[in-house]
């Protein structure tokens, strides 16, 4: 495959569960992640999409991105999920590589953020790294 040529990838499932599992009893009992207070399990049924991208700019350069949407139908199907991950990596040379993501997720169930802590907001992670190859 030429190195400068990109691969993708589409997925429409019009009709999925998702389960959020909260195992942990403390934020089970703060509803945490958008799970009822005191539950740990949140079911949900709607559409799935995700697109996947790789780009393979050189030998030493690479691009992998993903993106996921949901759309509960029986809660606000306008209201769509989003989780988005991106990460470009780079071999800077035959021991030393380095890596930066970027995740952002966008779930209007999740109500934590705003002035009083009860609006939905985009939560960003990002994350550099530094990683050091080595052959035995």
């Known amino acids: 495959m030429n190195t400068n040529q990109a691969r993708d990838s589409r997925h429409l499932f019009p009709a999925t569960v998702r389960w959020t599992i909260v195992a942990n009893k403390y ?78 997720i966008y779930d209007d169930d999740v109500r934590m953020f705003g002035a009083s802590g009860n609006a939905a907001g985009l939560q960003i992670k990002s994350m550099l790294g530094v990683g050091l190859m080595v052959k035995f």
């Open 27 to 104: 934020l089970s009992d703060r509803g945490a992640y958008s799970v009822d207070s005191g539950k740990h399990v949140k079911t949900e049924m709607g559409a799935f999409a995700t697109v996947n991208y790789f780009k393979e700019f050189n030998k030493n350069i690479s691009f992998k991105s993903r993106m996921d949407l949901f759309s509960n139908y029986l809660h606000n199907p306008q209201n769509v999920d989003l989780y988005f991950t991106n990460m470009l990596s780079m071999r800077l040379s035959k021991a030393l590589a380095l890596t930066y993501n970027l995740d952002m």
